[in-house]
């Protein structure tokens, strides 16, 4: 990790500070809401993310990255499903039955952008960004294998594969942060938050601030 201290400590803010941040403010909300569950089960995967990309288990990163990916879609879609049903327990219950959860597909996109939750620029840049995450972590595609070669699939640095899990990783907590503005609108306007988005260039979320 010598050839590259700066970006591994740019891609621990990435992947840990937003969420810290935004943290209290979850907290504080009472019932539980879809939203919050959805935050508080992906900080294990944001954790992992991070310690996947030190170790060079690229793989591993980027497969952590779809599942928030996919989750923060599917909360979003489940808090305008289930809107008119009491924030508690009982509505997270009634949303983990829904066909949402069975399997996530791309035309859920097409939903957020539809509930205006999303822009259609960012509905181009998410559904891209998905398509990288399938085949850089799910799929086994040739053309991505071959760059991982003998070293990298043992656990050694790559610079170029680090350095494109670190960008799938701002894609991603940017994409997170923008379903957790619509549920908790007053996290745009906290201070640190609004700079740790516009240093970390988390673009979308930045746009919605103040």
């Not at 591994?8 to 403010?25: D, G, Q, V």
């Not at 990309?53 to 489940?78: D, H, K, N, P, W």
Request: aromatic content about 12%; some cysteine; overall charge positive.
């Amino acid at each position: 990790m010598r050839k590259a201290p700066n970006k591994a400590l740019e891609f621990f803010e990435r992947s840990h500070k937003p969420w810290f941040l935004c943290n209290a403010t979850v907290l504080k909300s009472t019932p539980i809401t879809i939203t919050s569950y959805m935050f508080w089960l992906i900080w294990d995967e944001l954790d992992l993310c991070f310690k996947h990309a030190m170790s060079g288990s690229y793989l591993s990163c980027t497969r952590s990255l779809r599942y928030i990916f996919q989750f923060a879609v599917e909360a979003a879609l489940l808090e305008r499903k289930y809107r008119h049903v009491s924030d508690g327990w009982s509505k997270v219950t009634k949303a983990s039955k829904s066909k949402i959860f069975e399997g996530f597909r791309v035309d859920m996109l097409r939903q957020l952008k539809g509930h205006q939750i999303i822009t259609p620029k960012e509905y181009t840049t998410l559904k891209q960004l998905y398509h990288k995450l399938s085949i850089g972590g799910t799929h086994a595609v040739g053309g991505f294998l071959l760059k991982l070669r003998i070293g990298a699939v043992l656990h050694d640095f790559d610079k170029g594969l680090f350095l494109q899990s670190n960008e799938f990783c701002r894609e991603v907590i940017d994409l997170v942060l923008v379903v957790l503005f619509e549920k908790y609108p007053q996290l745009k306007k906290d201070s640190l938050l609004i700079s740790n988005a516009k240093a970390l260039g988390l673009t979308m979320a930045y746009a919605r601030m103040p």
